[in-house]
């Protein structure tokens, strides 16, 4: 039988509609049961911790579970695996943190790719770190250091905890921005690197806030610097090393990914109670203390993080010519 011109354009224009109206409602319903969030990292971690907090919000804020997942191994790239191959329908969540920027230079063959297949849905925080000495080194401000170094190139040993971390990267990018040699040495896990630097068998590291801020208040260790774009509230008397190496920042980022396809609903709704935990005194409060910094944004501008975070530590991987052991 055929259809009226005007029958057929309205049933033509409803089934167009109906994906889009199917995909409102799912938002508007959405969360109907539990959702995980998938972390890179094993329990009892900072970056762990991170999502315990946020998934604790969005549980109340949501009014369903939020469970944390631990998948380590891989150098995060497990866990990241899980997510893009899950279904696209916002219960499968990514902690993402700055190890997948780094991945996606740092590894020559990954099944996915980060950028293309992991929607950004809300950037939670950056944790800068610490630029830090044995109280021995006879340097107490970045530029005495960069002129110790100078004047002993390649005497002075810097711990990394393994190739391609922030403790790296953030150091390897100063290397290279302040014209100094330093002899990296790696760990398999901070511990060991912190007893070391306290013992002077290193000399510096770009550490964590929150792993080195004890020892450098018990003396210790000795802060000569912060590697954000401006002073922290924890080391308010310790200056940033851009103030003494023109355009040198340094951070790691968290944040939720989902997987591609997710509905924009869905990501907006996310975005939405994630940002409004941001905005609370008492979770800021909890990651301040984890020496983390909010940072609350669209997903776009998460998106836009993303791409130049990636970019930019593409540049320090294969100018340092980082590879893994």
């Known amino acids: ?3 009226p011109r005007r029958e057929f354009l309205h049933l033509a224009v409803s089934a167009i509609a109906l994906p889009a109206a199917s995909n409102i409602a799912s938002a508007q319903s ?3 049961r539990p959702v995980r969030i998938i972390v890179g990292f094993g329990p009892g971690g900072v970056t762990d911790i991170v999502a315990r907090i946020i998934a604790q919000w969005l549980s109340e804020r949501l009014g369903q579970p939020f469970v944390v997942e631990n998948r380590p191994g891989g150098g995060t790239n497990i866990a990241t695996e899980v997510v893009v191959r899950a279904p696209p329908d916002g219960y499968t969540l990514l902690l993402t943190t700055s190890a997948n920027f ?3 230079t740092l590894f020559d063959k990954l099944s996915f790719n980060f950028i ?3 929607a950004p849905v809300a950037s939670i925080n950056r944790t800068p770190a610490v630029m830090e000495v044995n109280p021995a080194v006879p340097a107490k401000t970045v530029p005495e250091f960069i002129a110790y170094a100078k004047a002993n190139p390649g005497k002075l040993n810097m711990a990394a905890v393994g190739p391609g971390s922030v403790t790296h990267i953030h150091g390897e990018l100063f290397k290279m921005m302040a014209g100094v040699d330093l002899v990296t040495v790696q760990y398999s896990n901070p511990g060991p690197a912190l007893i070391d630097l306290m013992r002077g068998q290193v ?3 770009f550490d964590p806030v929150v792993s080195s801020l004890e020892h450098i208040k018990a003396g210790e260790l000795r802060a000569l610097a912060v590697t954000a774009g401006a002073r922290l509230e924890v080391l308010p008397d310790i200056p940033t090393v851009g103030d003494f190496v023109p355009g040198y920042e ?3 980022f968290a944040g939720i990914g989902a ?10 709704k996310l975005n939405s109670a994630i940002n409004a935990g941001l905005a609370d005194p008492k979770l800021k409060a909890r990651l301040a203390e984890l020496g983390g910094i909010v940072l609350a944004g669209s997903p776009v501008d998460f998106g836009k993080l993303i791409a130049a975070e990636t970019q930019k530590w593409t540049k320090v991987i294969r100018a340092a010519n980082i590879r893994l052991e």
């Not at 997987?259 to 907006?268: D, G, H, L, R």
Request: proline letters at 11%; a neutral charge; charged letters at 20%.
């Open 1 to 3: 039988m055929k259809l």
């Open 30 to 32: 959405y969360p109907m």
């Open 102 to 104: 780094v991945n996606a």
């Open 116 to 118: 293309r297949d992991i």
């Open 203 to 205: 000399q510096v590291m």
């Open 250 to 252: 340094a951070s790691g």
């Open 259 to 268: 997987p591609k396809s997710t509905p924009v609903e869905i990501i907006e």
